[in-house]
């Protein structure tokens, strides 16, 4: 099946800075979707992003699928975006939505 | 619109019962999945549906049985728990064709003792 790979790991900033992570995936994708799972487990929806580039407001995301990477950018970083960033992708002709083993992002004041 | 729930928040069981967490979703979404999470590790499909009376099989689906009698519910049973199925299980949804981004609830919390 098709691999997710995300890096880095661990990620741990001074309020303000801001911030790339990275996922690459093995195969031709149909879906691409970033999530934030908060410190209380919720899985929250940031992009939905196959192909192309998004922001919404201090968030962005690009996807170049011919190149099989997507990034997600986050400017001015703030205590609250701590969290678990996952990245998860659906192969061309599967259901199945293969996620990464995701990001752990931990701002600090 | 509710999305996609789930019940019970959170469940404790000793090795050998058997229960079901129900979950819904009021999107008329064909595809539903159940995920679960274990620590330090993203999420990993157990059983997934394209829709009324279709189920499959996910990465890891032993101990696990699905059904889906309506568009709407999709519930997942565990016949015998073991310690091995303590973890967080995620529902989720989405459409089948193009814009296909897929919705998750809050998530339930088992532990097996």
């Known amino acids: 099946g098709i691999q997710v790979e995300q890096s880095p790991p661990d990620l741990i900033l001074q309020e303000g800075a801001n911030s790339t992570l990275r996922c690459n995936f093995s195969?031709?994708?149909?879906?691409l979707q970033w999530f934030h799972q908060n410190p209380w487990g919720q899985l929250i929806n940031l992009f939905y992003i196959p192909s192309g580039t998004k922001q919404n407001g201090r968030l962005s995301a690009t996807t170049v699928a011919t190149e099989r990477y997507s990034l997600l950018y986050i400017s001015s970083s703030q205590t609250t975006d701590s969290g678990v960033y996952f990245c998860a992708v659906r192969g061309a002709g599967s259901y199945q939505l293969t996620f990464g083993k995701g990001t752990k992002l931990s701002v600090i004041p | 619109n509710a999305g996609v729930t789930q019940t019970p928040k959170f469940q404790v069981l000793k090795t050998g019962q058997s229960m079901t967490l129900q979950c819904a979703q009021d999107m008329n979404h064909e595809y539903m999945s159940w995920y679960r999470q274990d620590p330090g590790m993203g999420l990993r499909l157990i059983h997934y549906?394209?829709?009324?009376?279709?189920?499959d099989q996910g990465e890891v689906p032993n101990g696990y049985n699905v059904s889906r009698s309506t568009t709407e519910d999709f519930p997942l049973r565990l016949l015998s728990a073991a310690p091995s199925q303590t973890s967080v299980y995620f529902c989720?949804?989405?459409?089948?064709?193009?814009?296909?981004?897929?919705?998750f609830g809050p998530g339930t919390r088992l532990t097996v003792l």
């Open positions: 195969d031709s994708v149909n879906n």
């Open positions: 989720a949804s989405s459409g089948l064709a193009g814009f296909n981004e897929q919705f």
């Open positions: 549906s394209v829709g009324a009376g279709i189920t």
